[in-house]
């Protein structure tokens, strides 16, 4: 393998859990949110000659996953299911401090994951970018072809929408600061 397909497929792994997770958060279920991976994967691995061209390979590599699950959710074929309790812990979700205690975590983190469900796709989106792919509101703007304004304006939103469901004090989520 050449430099360029090593630094890909470390990429890959580095980021693996977080990307399952968008993408679980955005298909709703695991075998779409796998496939899409891998997908997303092959179209990058096709790709890896441009790697010099590409200033930030995280952001780039979130870019095609985000893409390839906006066609997936586009697809007349795909099929609705419900996740599966194992998909539960596919998904990072940034929990609060405030609610880790053992009996409560578990009943908090499937709130969280509930209502993340519910979120615009876009502030979704927004979001999931930030808070599981760890990428600056830049990145996100790009990935999202949306103005840098429109991004920090959906990640707020998609904190009030949480905060208001989840009753979690003022600036407990992470990612609320501009």
């Known amino acids: 393998m050449n430099d360029a397909g ?16 968008t993408l679980y958060f955005m298909l709703g279920n695991r075998e779409d949110a796998r ?3 891998q997908e997303s994967f092959l179209k990058c691995w096709r ?7 590409i200033r930030d390979m995280r952001a780039w590599v979130f870019k095609v996953a985000i893409d390839a699950a906006r066609d ?4 007349a074929w795909r ?16 929990i609060p401090d405030t609610v880790t205690r053992a009996p409560e975590r578990a009943e908090a983190v499937a709130r969280v994951r509930r209502e993340i469900g519910r979120l615009p796709d876009t502030e979704r989106e927004v979001f999931l970018l930030r808070e599981n792919g760890g990428l600056s ?5 790009s990935i999202c072809d949306a103005p840098l ?11 009030i929408r949480l905060r208001r469901a989840l009753t ?11």
Do not use: N
């Open 6 to 21: 090593d630094r890909l497929t470390r990429m890959f792994e580095e980021a693996a859990d977080e990307l399952m997770g």
């Open 35 to 37: 496939e899409t991976l």
């Open 47 to 53: 790709r890896r000659e441009r790697l010099g061209e």
């Open 72 to 75: 997936a959710r586009r697809s």
């Open 79 to 94: 099929r609705r299911r419900r996740p599966l309790p194992e998909d539960e812990e596919m998904i990072r979700t940034s």
């Open 137 to 141: 509101y830049r990145d996100i703007a």
């Open 149 to 159: 304004g429109t991004v920090k304006t959906r990640m707020r939103s998609a904190l």
């Open 168 to 178: 979690v004090p003022e600036g407990s989520l992470r990612g609320e600061t501009t």
